[in-house]
């Protein structure tokens, strides 16, 4: 049974009532009260971050490629430039925005294994970004597909002759390595943010 005690203060009556610990209603206030402040204690390295804001841009990025990679391989099917043949556009897109869904919902979400996760995809995009700046850096120096070296007894085409549609090329290349580099410096927060949060909670783990 509960026992409960008055005390009088002054002109403030405290009541206090001790709860046993089988009782249904100490789980209830125990749950209530440690549970969320645990939780957010586990994450809030990681919020430094802002996941939402890297995760907004990882959104935007994957879109421009993605969308990129759909005019350029309708343009560019018969002679496909290196960056289009490669499919970096598709797949890095798709990774970006893998990656960036997770760190917005990490957000509003407190789970340790879901950091885990925009870690593990983190390092993907990494990857994925140097892969990306060294095909889009080989296409600005290599020769527009089809004006190679002609065979004998045949002529480069025409449009070969004109520089401006190499020029949007490196262009467009130059925008896309910029943008590799900004998705590498954002994983990268993301990785340093998030390999603290998870090694604080592994060390809790432990500690408990």
């Known amino acids: 049974m509960a026992a409960t005690t008055v005390t009088d203060a002054g002109s403030v009556?405290?009541?206090?009532?001790?709860i046993p610990?089988?009782?249904?209603?100490?789980?209830?206030?125990?749950?209530g009260s440690q549970a969320p402040a645990r939780t957010s204690f586990q994450t809030q390295g990681f919020r430094r971050a802002h996941p939402?804001?890297?995760?907004?841009?990882?959104?935007f990025?994957?879109?421009?490629?993605?969308?990129?990679?759909?005019i350029l391989t309708l343009s560019e099917h018969?002679?496909?430039?290196?960056?289009?043949?490669?499919?970096?556009?598709?797949?890095?897109g798709i990774l970006l925005l893998v990656s960036g869904s997770l760190l917005v919902e990490s957000e509003r979400r407190d789970s340790?294994?879901?950091v885990k996760a925009c870690c593990v995809l983190s390092v993907g995009v990494?990857?994925?970004t140097l892969v990306a700046i060294g095909i889009h850096g080989t296409a600005i120096t290599?020769?527009?597909?089809?004006?190679?070296?002609?065979?004998?007894?045949?002529?480069?085409?025409?449009?070969?002759?004109?520089?401006?549609?190499k020029k949007l090329s490196n262009g467009l290349d130059s925008i896309l390595a910029l943008l590799g580099l900004l998705e590498f410096c954002v994983a990268v927060a993301v990785l340093a943010f998030g390999y603290d949060t998870v090694r604080q909670h592994t060390y809790t783990q432990l500690a408990l």
């Open 61 to 70: 990025t994957g879109i421009v490629h993605i969308c990129s990679g759909i």
């Open 142 to 165: 290599r020769i527009t597909p089809g004006c190679e070296k002609p065979e004998p007894f045949r002529t480069r085409p025409e449009w070969c002759l004109h520089m401006e549609s």
């Open 13 to 18: 009556r405290i009541i206090t009532e001790v």
């Open 126 to 128: 990494v990857l994925g």
């Open 112 to 114: 340790p294994v879901l």
């Open 78 to 92: 018969r002679n496909p430039s290196l960056p289009v043949a490669s499919g970096v556009f598709f797949w890095l």
């Open 21 to 31: 610990a089988t009782d249904p209603r100490a789980a209830q206030l125990a749950s």
């Open 52 to 59: 939402k804001v890297l995760g907004t841009i990882h959104i």
